[in-house]
């Protein structure tokens, strides 16, 4: 099955700065990339995701970007925002979802 | 829409006793799954399907059983109950599943305790 491997654990950075976390998949055969947002207590919710027939894929200031070749894919948040404050989910999918172990970001006013 | 509905949110069970998570959607979606989330370990697929009639097993079966006789529910059935399995239990469905990919839509999830 995929294996979906996801760092850093945890993040912390100044508010107005730039944050990047990084996932790393194992099947060749795996088109669909989406990361989830998870603040505390509450359900993961969609924030951007990418297909594998695309290499970047930009909204506001979230940025995912995908290198097929090197089965890696990563999110970028600029211009952080303390409400950015959450778990962070990447997933690689082909006919199921997996995910990755979740990278805790905090961002410091 | 009510979207992903689970029940109950929070569960405490003694080891050996059975119990079923309740999951229901009404988004007409045919791929619902079923995840636990343990610290550090991320969401882990228990199991899936992608329709009525249909169900396969995820990353961590075992202990667990599901079954799919209507497109709108898939519950989670806890056999023999053990401490391993304190967790908390995500359903998520999603329009087309993975192999199109398709949003995943999560419910509130479900806190199971095992003592």
């Known amino acids: 099955g995929e294996n979906v491997e996801q760092h850093p654990s945890t993040l912390s950075v100044q508010e107005g700065d730039s944050a990047v976390i990084k996932c790393t998949y194992s099947?060749?055969?795996?088109?669909?990339f989406p990361w989830y947002k998870q603040e505390l207590g509450k359900r993961p919710q969609l924030i951007i995701d990418?297909?594998?027939?695309?290499g970047e894929k930009k909204d506001q200031r979230i940025a995912v970007t995908l290198n097929k070749t090197a089965k890696h894919f990563s999110l970028h948040i600029t211009e952080t925002q303390p409400e950015d404050s959450a778990v962070y989910f990447c997933?690689?999918?082909?006919?199921?979802?997996?995910f990755g172990t979740g990278t805790s970001l905090t961002v410091i006013p | 829409n009510a979207g992903v509905t689970q029940t109950p949110k929070f569960q405490v069970l003694k080891t050996g006793q059975s119990m079923t998570l309740q999951c229901a959607q009404d988004?007409?979606?045919?791929?619902m799954s079923w995840y636990r989330q343990d610290p550090g370990m991320g969401l882990r697929l228990i199991h899936y399907?992608?329709?009525?009639?249909?169900?396969d097993q995820g990353e961590v079966p075992n202990g667990y059983n599901v079954s799919r006789s209507t497109t709108e529910d898939f519950p989670l059935r806890l056999l023999s109950a053990a401490p391993s399995q304190t967790s908390v239990y995500f359903c998520?469905?999603?329009?087309?599943?993975?192999?199109?990919?398709?949003?995943?839509?999560f419910g509130e999830g479900s806190r199971l305790t095992v003592l």
């Open positions: 998520a469905s999603s329009s087309s599943g993975g192999t199109n990919g398709g949003e995943l839509f």
């Open positions: 099947d060749s055969a795996s088109n669909y």
């Open positions: 990418i297909r594998s027939n695309v």
């Open positions: 997933a690689a999918s082909r006919n199921q979802f997996y």
């Open positions: 988004m007409n979606h045919e791929y």
């Open positions: 399907s992608v329709g009525a009639g249909i169900t």
